[in-house]
């Protein structure tokens, strides 16, 4: 039988939605669309793509330390862009920096807008334990 793990940030919005920002299942990770906010869960740099950008990776390892897998074992993301031509540049730069040598699968979908109003990038992740760290 799998063992289930979930992670919190512990933000207001995980219990006014009612969802986990992580949960392991076997092994497998899904990591919830991650946004840039802080440890309140404001969200932070309202409309401005590279320091969300930024800021959102940043969200996201936490994620990856709480379950001690790095980046290189991320098999798939998806980001929701509300400027998708504006920003592709960015994005990419951002992904190469963030990513370096690895390639996980990307979706990059263009959306009218997120959940928080001045937001405007948001990613989700899938993981597999159990590729080389």
């Known amino acids: 039988m799998a063992t289930v793990d979930v992670f919190h940030h ?29 440890e309140a869960g404001e969200c ?5 793509f590279a ?3 930024e800021q959102t990776y940043l969200n996201t390892d936490k994620i990856l330390d709480h379950y001690g ?18 920003d592709a540049a960015a994005v990419s730069k951002g992904n190469l920096a963030y990513f370096g040598d690895h390639r996980p699968v990307s979706t990059v979908l263009g959306v009218t807008e997120l959940t928080v109003p001045g937001q405007v ?9 159990r590729l080389p760290a």
């Not at 933000?11 to 840039?36: C, K, M, N, T, W």
């Not at 990038?121 to 334990?129: R, Y």
């Open 10 to 38: 512990n933000v207001p919005a995980e219990s006014d939605f009612g969802y986990a920002q992580a949960i392991r299942s076997g092994e497998l990770i899904h990591v919830s669309g991650q946004l840039a906010f802080d």
């Open 44 to 48: 932070l740099y309202s409309d401005d």
């Open 51 to 53: 320091a969300q950008l």
């Open 69 to 86: 897998v790095t980046r290189n074992q991320v098999v798939s993301q998806t980001l929701y862009l509300v400027n998708l031509r504006q």
């Open 121 to 129: 990038v948001e990613i989700s992740f899938v993981v597999d334990t």
